[in-house]
T-cell receptor, first 115, second 109 residues
Framework: GAVVSQHPSWVICKSGTSVKIECRSL??????MFWYRQFPKQSLMLMAT?????????EQGVEKDKFLINHASLTLSTLTVTSAHPEDSSFYIC???????????FGQGTRLTVV | GQSLEQPSEVTAVEGAIVQINCTYQ??????LSWYQQHDGGAPTFLSY????GLEETGRFSSFLSRSDSYGYLLLQELQMKDSASYFC??????????FGAGTQVVVTP
């Protein structure tokens, strides 16, 4: 199957700082990338959808100024959590989809802890 | 509203067969996917149904009935390593996934 690499796999940051998470499709061109958040013992909630070269589409209730998404190329999307607070601590997961693939493939996820 | 319903937990013994049902009410439905997630890990793709019927992949099979807005994942010859959370997810034509709450499968010796 297609490979999606997400980095870092875990990060601890201080409250008020910003954290950038990268999502790369390694062996296919990802025309669309998705960012999810998962709190412990809960399901994955879609945060936003990004298409290469255009602005991301955010789900209702997700602050676009806090969660900055950039999809500058067909193989890379980044999520920046700005001015992080402890309540932003969560598991962030990206998935990527190419035009020729019926399914989206997930990265390994990033566990963010804000202290 | 949009929703996917699946049981919260299923317990079975090694070697048994488990069926996880999923009913959905979503707009723009394109297909139903199933993912496995172990504690602390990312979801792993298991199966996708774009058409009605049964898809078989080794010990795992998935079924979809669009007319009933219903699907299921069948786990056969259960192994201890199958203990995990299983999510059904409705896919739209863009590949966007809307997940159910997940079913915790517990396999006992």
């Amino acid at each position: 199957g297609a490979v999606v690499s997400q980095h870092p796999s875990w990060v601890i940051c201080k409250s008020g700082t910003s954290v950038k998470i990268e999502c790369r499709s390694l062996d296919f061109q990802a025309t669309t990338m998705f960012w999810y958040r998962q709190f412990p013992k809960q399901s994955l909630m879609l945060m936003a959808t990004s298409n290469e070269g255009s602005k991301a589409t955010y789900e209702q209730g997700v602050e676009k100024d806090k969660f900055l998404i950039n999809h500058a190329s067909l193989t890379l999307s980044t999520l920046t959590v700005t001015s992080a607070h402890p309540e932003d601590s969560s598991f962030y997961i990206c998935s990527a989809k190419g035009d020729l693939l019926p399914e989206a493939f997930f990265g390994q996820g990033t566990r963010l802890t804000v202290v | 509203g949009q929703s996917l319903e699946q049981p919260s937990e299923v317990t079975a013994v090694e070697g048994a067969i488990v069926q996880i049902n999923c009913t959905y009410q979503t707009s723009g439905f394109y297909g139903l996917s199933w993912y496995q997630q172990h504690d602390g890990g990312a979801p792993t793709f298991l199966s996708y149904n774009g058409l009605d019927g049964l898809e078989e992949t080794g010990r795992f099979s998935s079924f979809l009935s669009r007319s009933d807005s219903y699907g299921y994942l069948l786990l056969q010859e259960l192994q201890m390593k199958d203990s995990a959370s299983y999510f059904c997810a409705a896919t739209d034509s863009w590949g966007k996934l809307q997940f159910g709450a997940g079913t915790q499968v517990v396999v006992t010796p």
